[in-house]
């Protein structure tokens, strides 16, 4: 144990980060970072999760961060490894989720000779972070670090910090480390609110579109008090982090995310007011098909920014409109589940099994891409549960997502809807999910293919391709066999051919401790 | 089938990568690339090879380029696709590989929404590119991807061109596409080739230190008759994109790893000489050793830079010193295979069974880092061979490496000596071997740990480590299970406990066509 006059940076930096809250570093280490793991070693009160790729550790940072609403820290290798993490920490800054990067670089004077692993990491990083910082000096980490965790928990976002090795190695002053207080979000101006409630109360249709944080559930029936209130319509982003919804919950309809149906669903909309949304652009640019969705002549406005107060501006606009305290859900009360078709499984049919199958308090990650479009319709009213999507469309963020999720919950099941192509780029996840013995369930859609990509070569006017084309959208030689891939992994797994294995596989899954896998053949 | 006058920018693209040669693609498309997809597959003269994750695309595009000597095109798609693959475009940036990626992104029009998948990719490109483009035209595709040619071949390395989804699908005009001609390499001033052999007559120790292309064998022949003139020695980099050596070709040692053993190679030399090689860095800086290998008072000069005309330049060379045409092989003859314990394996009898077995015009690719020391002491007398390293110290690369390798050239079996590790950061390249039945023989060094990070965690003074180290550097809790991981992407493995079972397992599976994967237990 070193004694406090003997810190060094990487020690001031991991006291920091506890000081501050953070206590979960996922993490992919290497040589330029040792003394930062022996750091995070001297504090058994920090939990260090292995991936055995980035891509893993920064999937699990977003999924933790959605579901615990404070930043876990990463811990990765140079250059290359943070590019390893790049894509998934492209759907986190999508999400807003608070994260903490904390990337090695080489000892500051060893940087000029451009050996071999060195590269530009603070340009790496600038695209995928929304706050980059460099540790100039170990007495001013325990600042730096703060920095970094207020911008993560501010913005709310990616913060990269990049550290020296000789910044971690050297002396530093000792002396404790206060915490930094997180500052409060600015409200909302009075003259917006003022406005929305004007569009609100206009004849013709108005819908509010709703992202972030008002898709938790106590802002969403606030929210569907004021559309009850006025005769708007909500609805939320296409993609999202996170939605609380089910039973007792408010249901929400989400933009369709081809591009006809949701030019057809805002379709005689005047007015979109935005509640930490972005306007509804296409998710891909099509020959002679607009990029924005809304009406031509519609209007787009504002309410509320991800950096602003977003409750507090519900509240009041409620008040301004004179909403009543509670909204009716919709559809009212419990259902029974819906019956499902115990033979063969198609993607229709696995997915109205897992909705009908959830147990209550789940949190759902959903890949499932172009297989999983039944889902969200099937499990509205499924018990309360937790819904997070693919943000950024940054394939390769399910397993991870999961994982992270587990982590941050380790009292509740996660059910991971996982597409078999995208599951793919980061199927490492599945052996930290065994080495953590986490509660989660991953059903993988198995088609053998990138069917989205079908469609698109459809769209294209491709519709009888050859033999590069089919060898770039299909994986069905060989096939992936999921069984021997999670059990490579440390993770046990069934196939399941009917709705009647897979409903009885789920139900087994869900009473036992630990990772189980469905191979979904559909 | 297209008539000319409807081409598209994606068939010109197409059209001009194989009026250039390139007719190898590794790919893992999106929506945005779908043009290109459709336009690769109207041209069954280019290769498409699927990669299930990025890193396997671009680190099987740069063993196809090490070995073919020309670039293979990748199609990644946008940001975070770029993302994925740039820590094997690190490592072959690092090993001047040329390569050609075509980068999708979003029509030209659309980028100002700021979809979901926007991303800077020119600034994600620039850190592990050698060049940075970006398709403008339809019409002036055949030029732009020429210069993405040119640049990949004459560097050589790593060309980015970003294509946006309109420049692809637009109509452009037909004609037919000239190739363009690759620019002779520069000769060496003459100056410098007088000064190298004054420095080479000089009393004192004097080193040429090899990289690149000095380690073909013609050339390292010419270089060893320079040394038996002139009294110099000759080394290796301590990383070589290819060295061709083994029986019938001059043995060339590599500067040691580590530093202390490094200083020591270096101690009483003089003079170095850097003929395509880069001055003699320390992989990492530690604490009180210093950044350069070189003894304190020496002098580097380089002789011949990598864009420079290396074989011209030692032949006039070895004509300033008067060096003989050939110079006699030391050691001389060929051995027979050193004997090899057939009992329990350890990373090093397992490196020296390898070395024993390794058939005739065998391709080594060697990810084993702390794990295989001992392979390249032990193999060279093996039968002629190429040797391939891990060259930017980005991990992750064997495995994609032996894949390229092994789809430029069918007749040869790849031998991917590989440590655990490392391999599951990509270990998805192995479903490609399945699918493309290439001849990959894969020996897994399992010690389930990140052994050469245990070494560094002794470097930098911990010894006995509590539970969060521990959990960051090993991975036995769960063991990774390879068969299961192998079958589970289409490959047949085997497990090997002795020396004998690894012997007789790596002959089988060189008597056989397409990949197999041995776990050799240490």
């Not at 998710?283 to 991800?306: C, Q, W």
């Not at 986490?438 to 006017?461: F, H, K, P, Q």
Request: charged share 20%; aromatic share 6%.
């Amino acid at each position: 144990m070193t004694t406090e006059q003997q810190s060094n940076g990487a020690e001031r930096l991991c006291e920091t980060l506890i000081v501050q809250g953070v206590d979960v570093c996922f993490a992919n280490p290497g040589t330029s970072e040792m003394h930062f793991v022996a750091a995070l070693d001297r504090r058994p009160d920090m939990r260090c999760v292995l991936g055995l790729s980035e891509g893993v550790v920064t999937g699990a940072a977003d999924g933790y961060g959605r579901m615990a609403d404070k930043p876990a820290a990463t811990l990765l290798h140079l250059g290359p490894g943070l590019a390893n993490g790049l894509a998934n920490l492209h759907n986190a800054k999508r999400a807003r989720t608070p994260v903490i990067n904390v990337v090695g670089d080489h000892a500051t004077y060893h940087l000029k000779f451009d050996a071999p692993l060195a590269s530009d990491i603070d340009g790496l990083a600038r695209p995928m972070s929304d706050w980059v910082g460099r540790a100039t000096h170990p007495d001013k980490l325990p600042s730096e670090a703060a920095d970094a965790w207020e911008a993560a928990v501010s913005m709310p976002g990616v913060a990269t910090l990049i550290l020296p090795a000789d910044i971690a190695w050297n002396k530093a002053q000792g002396g404790s480390i206060k915490p930094r207080q997180r500052a409060a979000l600015p409200p909302v101006e009075m003259a917006k609110i003022k406005a929305a409630a004007a569009d609100l109360r206009q004849p013709g249709r108005t819908v509010l579109l709703l992202g972030g944080r008002a898709l938790r559930a106590g802002t969403l029936q606030r929210i569907a008090a004021i559309c009850a209130k006025t005769g708007a319509e909500f609805m939320a982003e296409t993609f999202n982090a996170r939605i609380e919804r089910g039973q007792g919950r408010v249901p929400v309809r989400k933009l369709p995310y081809y591009v006809d149906p949701a030019l057809a669903r805002l379709r005689g909309v005047e007015r979109i007011i935005l509640v930490d949304a972005r306007p509804p652009v296409a998710f891909f640019a099509y020959p002679d098909k607009p990029s924005l969705m809304n009406e031509e002549g519609s209007r787009i406005t504002t309410l509320v920014g991800h950096h602003e107060d977003l409750a507090d501006a519900i509240e009041r606009l409620a008040d301004e409109v004179g909403a009543a305290e509670t909204a009716p859900l919709p559809g009212g009360g419990v259902k029974e589940p819906p019956a499902f078709d115990p033979g063969p499984l198609t993607a229709d049919t696995a997915c109205a099994i897992v909705a009908a199958s959830l147990p209550d308090g789940a949190i759902v990650t959903d890949e499932s891409v172009s297989s999983g479009r039944m889902f969200f319709e099937a499990s509205y009213n499924a018990p309360a549960h937790d819904y997070m999507q693919l943000t950024g469309g940054s394939i390769g963020i399910g397993l991870p997502l999961a994982t992270g999720a587990a982590v941050a919950c380790p009292d509740r099941r996660v059910v991971c809807l996982q597409a078999d192509g995208s599951a793919m780029y980061t199927v490492q996840a599945l052996w930290t999910q065994a080495r953590e013995r986490l509660d989660v369930t991953t059903v993988i859609l198995s088609n053998r293919r990138y069917a989205i990509l079908e469609n698109e070569m459809a769209n294209v006017g491709v519709q009888d391709y050859g033999a590069n084309a089919r060898r770039m959208l299909t994986f069905d030689d060989p096939a992936l066999d999921w069984i021997s891939l999670a059990r490579g992994h440390g993770v046990e797994a069934a196939r399941a051919q009917t709705g009647a294995e897979l409903a009885d596989l789920l139900r087994s899954s869900f009473r036992r401790r630990g990772p189980f896998l469905v191979e979904a053949v559909i």
